[in-house]
């Protein structure tokens, strides 16, 4: 899933200061499962913001609504009607959603109320942590089910650097080190051998070096 | 001979090479890289020179080899694959093998993390071993790693780093025949206090024959004091520093120190050469290179030979 987490209250009071009325968006994917924009979460922050602002002798008059997807036009056109009169827009789902609403919303502002973070797992309760890059061509069927790109600190394609120690990376004791985990599995796979085939350098252009990137599926466009 | 380096020379013909390093300065300042320089000059037979050694920013590998050049010594281009892309790379490559440099240290260096710049976006457009495989391209096939031909190739003599003492344990003989399948002439290794983990490295190296693909510089590093060993041994990732060298370092005075860290250098090197595989040393004595003669002298590495 896409991971965010809120931005600090105080940066989005600053977004939204100059309104009065505004349209709070969360949406009911990936945001709603890491706990940063779902329904609960538009609430919360709708809470917050009206008691600062209450607090600071201001009316803040907030709609609420939370999409079945905000990355999805057909979603948005949902909040035609509620947008109608609202000065801004605040989204709390990730980067596609913001600029999902503000595609649609031509003549609104629309603020991001997280941050969007990286394409992640859960690893337990409350802990969710980075698995994809998005390369563009995934290398985890030659690297036992584990990404060197996403999950070693220097990307290295070819093996563990010289820091790695007790299992984990040099920068953290908190961080796995990717290879560390790539050997272990090789190993239990019974596919040592594999270790000792060179990645050869990774052509960059399905990742971003060719620019934005686009899929477009002819059996399926318009 | 596939270049012109004079290491190469020296390892070819059999004789225990010595190397050390230069880290460049933070600043404009060339009298410092050529100070440093100085003292090392007749002592070793190529200089490392370092490339934001610790993510720390400081006068390029480059432009500090050059002044090396210019004083008749031969410096070995270190570079890492975080600050620079394969363009980046390549033309620092060519750039430099014009200058006289024939001799570079491909690295994936520190990460920006431990340096002064951690807020920095690192760059791993390849990785220590695909960079490698680029610089052998260039030399051997005369072309760029994208494939167009260049102009009087670059004749590098390959150099890869190796740390026997990083995890997993197992992993690292697999890891060097990697590197010597890719391209690479001659190692540099972590610097050595675990001898008795070393040897067994080594013991793995020779079983596969890998000392005769590569020349395996040993590499050391003198402590100055117990208060270096405690950091070597706790705070650098990737060093093993085993607790009887910290012990004999506290067990003297501080004046007596600097002395007892030469000793243990000097004995580390007289043991290394009966390991069988050890083709030389790399000498890193960190901003204390004016201690570098003395080692080489009194492990018996002086005079080195006349490579011409």
Known sequence: MITAERKPLEEIIDFIRPYSRILLVGCNECVTVCAAGGRKEVGILSSLLQMTFLRQGKNLQIREHTLERQCDPEYVEELTSMADGVEAVLSMACGCGVQELSRRFKNKPVFPAVNTKFMGASERQGVWAERCAGCGDCLLGITGGICPIARCSKQLMNGPCGGSGSGKCEISPEVDCAWQLIWDRLKALGLESRYEEIIPAKDWRPARAAGPRKIIREDMAE | ?308
């Open chain 2, 1 to 308: 001979m596939k270049t012109e380096s004079v290491l190469e020379k020296i390892l070819k013909a059999g004789k225990l090479a010595v190397t050390s390093e230069c880290g460049p300065p933070r600043g404009s300042v060339p009298e410092k890289i050529r100070h440093k320089a100085e003292q090392l000059k007749g002592y070793v037979d190529a200089v490392n020179v370092t490339d934001n050694q610790t993510a720390m920013v400081r006068m390029s590998s480059f432009g500090a080899g050059v002044f090396l050049r210019q004083m008749g010594l031969h410096p070995i281009l270190q570079m890492v694959t975080r600050d620079r892309n394969r363009l980046a790379m390549q033309a620092d490559i060519i750039g430099a093998y014009a200058h006289g440099i024939n001799t570079m240290l491909c690295l994936s260096g520190d990460h920006p993390y431990f340096g002064d710049h951690p807020m920095a976006s690192a760059v791993h457009d390849l990785d220590s071993i695909q960079f490698v495989q680029m610089v052998k391209k260039m030399r051997d096939e005369g072309k760029f790693q994208g494939g167009a031909d260049i102009e009087n190739p670059p004749k590098m003599f390959i150099g890869a780093a190796a740390n026997p003492f990083a995890d997993p344990f197992e992993l690292r003989v697999a890891r060097l025949a990697k590197k010597i399948a890719a391209g690479t002439d001659f190692i540099q290794t972590q610097c050595i206090y675990n001898l008795d983990k070393f040897e067994k490295w080594m013991e793995g190296v020779r079983d596969r024959g890998l000392h005769e693909k590569c020349h395996i510089l040993a590499g050391v590093t003198p402590m100055k004091s117990v208060g270096m060993a405690r950091y070597m041994k706790n705070k650098v990732p990737g060093m093993d520093v085993p607790q009887e060298v910290v012990d004999r370092m506290a067990g003297v005075s501080k004046e007596k120190q600097p002395e007892e860290g030469i000793r243990i250098c000097v004995e580390t090197i007289e043991r290394l050469k009966q390991v069988k595989g050890v083709a030389g040393f790399h000498i890193m004595a960190i901003e204390w290179e004016e201690k570098v003669p003395e080692i080489v002298e009194r492990a018996g590495l002086f005079p080195r030979p006349n490579a011409g």
